[in-house]
């Protein structure tokens, strides 16, 4: 799939530089890009696609090349990102749940939380999973910032689609 680019010397319709330009050029998209008819929503889905690998691509950052080369998997971290949620509402979980809430085989999850387990990113506790302060990384407030500012442009453009749709009906 071709995906057209930005050049940083191309002026953007906002006043404000693009919160993309950090993730690097192939995340910049070009405002006059037709993607092909054929795709419904296709510019709705560039922007969500471009949202998702950005998301992806910041959490491989922040947990380093170690983790992601060995745990190359959408799975992996899907996992990693649910466990993460039911910590933070205080509510260890099991593997058996896991699977079923993500709808993965229950073996996959075991294998995946025992990786987890090695790395020092979740602990055991009786019959249930946590993560482990090491997901307490340096410049949080930053890093979680930078998603912030990515998932706000992205609905800011999402909504601009939506009423350019609307006023051409």
Excluded at 26 to 44: G, Q, S
Excluded at 123 to 137: L, M, P, Q, S
Excluded at 148 to 168: H, N, P, V, Y
Aim: charged content about 30%.
């Amino acid at each position: 799939m071709v995906m057209a680019l930005q050049d940083h010397s191309d002026k953007s319709d906002s006043a404000e530089p693009s919160k993309w330009t950090a993730a690097g050029e192939e995340f910049v998209l070009l405002d006059a890009a037709k993607p092909p008819t054929r795709i419904e929503m296709a510019r709705e889905r560039m922007l969500l696609s471009r949202l998702y690998l950005g998301l992806i691509r910041s959490l491989n950052d922040d947990y380093g090349a170690d983790f992601v080369r060995q745990n190359d998997s959408a799975t992996f971290r899907t996992i990693g990102i649910y466990l993460f949620l039911r910590t933070a509402m205080c509510s260890p979980v099991r593997a058996t749940t896991i699977a079923q809430a993500l709808k993965l085989p229950r073996a996959t999850v075991l294998r995946r939380l025992e990786e987890m387990i090695k790395q020092g990113y979740v602990e055991h506790v009786g019959n249930a999973y946590r993560v482990t302060d090491k997901v307490n990384i340096p410049d949080l407030q930053q890093r979680l910032q930078q998603r912030i500012d990515m998932i706000l442009e992205t609905a800011r453009e999402l909504s601009k689609l939506r009423s350019t749709e609307g006023s051409a009906r």
